[in-house]
C-alpha cells in the first residue's frame, strides 16, 4: 500500500428477522466492514469486520413499508487528531485507534450510557 488512502464502510445485510409485535421494529442482522483503500494502487485492506445486529423503526409510506432510523449497530469512521483511523460501534463503548495500514493502535471507552429503545421512545419517534 502507498500513502493515500481512504476509509469507507461495507454493509451486508442478511434476511430480514422477524418483526417485533406492537413495537414497530424489524430485526435485520448485518455483517458491516471497515475498509481502508489505496487510491493510487486500488489494494484495500479490512480493518473491521462484525456482525451488527440492526433495528429499525418501520415507518409506513405510500402503502408499503420501509425502513426508518436504525437504533443499534452504527459504525462511525473519522480521522483522529494525529491522522489515524478512528472506529466507534454504537453497541460498544469502545472506540478503537488504527494506522493507516490497518494496524490497531489502541482503544479507549467512552463514558456514554446506554440507552434501550422502549416502546415509549418509538411512540414519540413516531409522532415526531
Known amino acids: 500500500m502507498t500513502g493515500t488512502k481512504i476509509a469507507y464502510l461495507?454493509?451486508?445485510f442478511e434476511?430480514?428477522?422477524p418483526a417485533r409485535r406492537n413495537t414497530g421494529l424489524q430485526s435485520v442482522p448485518r455483517t458491516t466492514r471497515v475498509v481502508l483503500k489505496d487510491i493510487e494502487d486500488g489494494n484495500e485492506r479490512v480493518v473491521l469486520s462484525r456482525k451488527i445486529p440492526s433495528d429499525f423503526i418501520m415507518m409506513k409510506a405510500g402503502g408499503s413499508f420501509s425502513?426508518?432510523?436504525d437504533l443499534r449497530g452504527?459504525?462511525?469512521?473519522?480521522?483522529s487528531a494525529d491522522g489515524n483511523l478512528?472506529?466507534?460501534v454504537s453497541n460498544s463503548p469502545n472506540v478503537?485507534?488504527?494506522d493507516l495500514e490497518g494496524k490497531p493502535l489502541r482503544s479507549f471507552a467512552l463514558k456514554n450510557q446506554a440507552r434501550p429503545a422502549t416502546p415509549d421512545y418509538i411512540d414519540?419517534?413516531?409522532k415526531a
Open 86 to 88: 478512528a472506529v466507534g
Open 15 to 17: 434476511e430480514r428477522g
Open 124 to 126: 414519540r419517534f413516531k
Open 67 to 69: 425502513f426508518g432510523i
Open 96 to 98: 478503537e485507534i488504527y
Open 74 to 79: 452504527g459504525v462511525i469512521i473519522a480521522r
Open 10 to 12: 461495507s454493509y451486508q
